[in-house]
């Protein structure tokens, strides 16, 4: 892949991501009353606040999935870094090398999107505290994504 056509890629994974914080954080801001959840509060949201909180959940899972499949691989491709055979936990190691994320922490989101993925439709008490686990790690998330965007800025003009 020639510098120009990853660059082109990466800055396009970028405003993707962009778009995905955007409308996590507007969607969390507009359910902010809401936080934390009861099982009660859940039951009786509105279908307007159930939009929010599906809009929440969806850009949470795309944001996380952008960073981890393209973003950060991507880093690694601008910087000339060979790609091909690693494995995430490489990727993530390298990422966490350049101070972009601690391992452990994606780990944690990571298991907590998939959580929530597959409580969801479930039992309400479960789902109540996943969405509560994502409502208060939307920040770290998007935190995340602010330091790559500025490490690729900074290092690659991106």
């Known amino acids: 892949m020639t510098d120009q056509v990853a660059m ?23 359910l902010s009353s809401r936080f934390p959840l009861t099982v009660d509060v859940f039951a009786h949201l509105d279908d307007i606040e159930s939009s929010f909180v599906d809009q929440m959940v969806y850009r949470f899972s795309k944001l996380q999935d952008t960073l981890g499949e393209k973003i950060f691989s991507g880093i690694l491709k601008l910087a000339q870094e060979d790609v091909k055979g690693k494995t995430f936990l490489d990727i993530l190691h390298r990422m966490e090398e350049l101070g972009l994320v601690k391992a452990d922490s994606w780990l944690a989101l990571r298991e907590l999107r998939n959580e929530i993925a597959h409580e969801y439709a479930g039992d309400d008490a479960k789902t109540v505290l996943a969405l509560n686990s994502v409502y208060t790690r939307l920040n770290e998330l998007a935190g995340i994504y602010r330091r790559a965007a500025a490490f690729i800025a900074d290092r690659f003009g991106v």
Do not use: D, I, P, S
């Open 8 to 30: 082109h890629a990466v800055r396009e994974k970028l405003a993707e991501c962009a778009m995905h914080e955007k409308r996590m954080l507007t969607a969390a801001a507009q």
